[in-house]
């Protein structure tokens, strides 16, 4: 048998078999004139970005067209090829998927195909649509496979499909041009958590202009609505919406479930003074007033929440010094001056508003600080407890409102 292949080929380059390649053209795209002045390069980069797609049908007399579609289709039948256009609708290409790429192309790809792999349309090809099983390519033994760019343009000139992609191509515009206006989203928010406050943003919408079947007459939006990472975890009973366009306003309602919130490194606001010095912990920031009209340094900081207590001593290099009737220039971050142990008692995950009113928080702070004028080291202390729901709902801090 690869005697007898061999002897064909040999045979082939003979008696000219390759000539009838020259009119075919190779796999890289070239310009044609279609019809008037309409140019389109035909070819095969393997490259598409969004454009159309056609599939064309071959009858005992002519080419005749299926459908137009934003999105890929699928052959059905022995005698059908697939196309695809670009959004400029200047450069054409058969839409078959790679198949055996040759490795001697460095530009554009060629592709080999061997009679074991032949022109055979069977039903288990018609998925694979490919260089080795479309009727819009030739090839012999030793050779690359070969476009056929006139059978290409004669598509296009039979079926008159170069005015119908304009018209798709202007319907799809005016649909996009009108989406906006023409979808309006109106979402069912039903909030079980108890915490949502109607401001912020739990999803995304994306709209984009589609047509599955054929274009221009079947225009259609499709809406897909999906949660967003947040502190929410949410239910969306219907994500994706299909609206064919048309001039009527149409309001999109998708029911959208608010489970359960998360807060991190939750802190509440607290407030503690004395004579001499006052304490204020506000959306997790830190600040000391002095009360006198001396010099107050601060020797150590205690924080307790729950059973957890972290202490830091100020060494004297790094003791804080408030100068008398004001207070410390830039505010201390809560997480830069407790332990990972607190840090960890602050997280509450996937709460309800029902489970934040069943905990408390026990939540205080220890100073140690001293006048310059009296050399005596004083103590500010005081704990609270606190309802969490309404420790979260008093607090200031706006990542928790």
Known sequence: MRGYLAMLAISCLLTGCLAGHSTMGTLKPEPFVIEGTDTVNIGF??????????????TKETWELVNISLAPLKIDSDNEELLFFNKNLTYVQPEFILWKESQNSPTYPHFICSPSDGNLRKASKQNSYNPCNSALTSYLLIADVYINKEKIANIIRQTGLLPKLHECKTQQAKAMEEMDRLLVIEPQIFDKSG?????????????????????????????????????????????????????????????????????????PDYVNEDSALMVVLNNGKLHFYNKKDQFIQIYSISVRYNSEVSNIDLKEANRIEIPPLSRTKDPYEIKDIINKNIIEKAQFPKLTKELAMKRTIRFGFAVKYRTLDQHIDKTLYKENTYNLYSAIMDSDNPQVK
């Open 45 to 58: 980069s393997g490259l598409k970005d969004k454009g159309y797609h056609v599939k064309v049908r071959e």
């Open 195 to 267: 915490f949502y406050r109607g401001n912020e943003n739990i999803f995304s919408v994306s709209k984009k202009v589609v047509s599955s079947n054929d274009c221009p007459s079947d225009i259609e939006y499709s809406v897909r609505i999906r949660p967003i990472k947040s502190d929410y975890d949410t239910d969306i009973e219907t994500e994706t919406y299909h609206a064919r366009f048309s001039s009527n306003v149409q309001k999109l309602k998708p029911v959208i479930l608010i489970n359960t919130r998360d807060f991190k490194d939750f802190y």
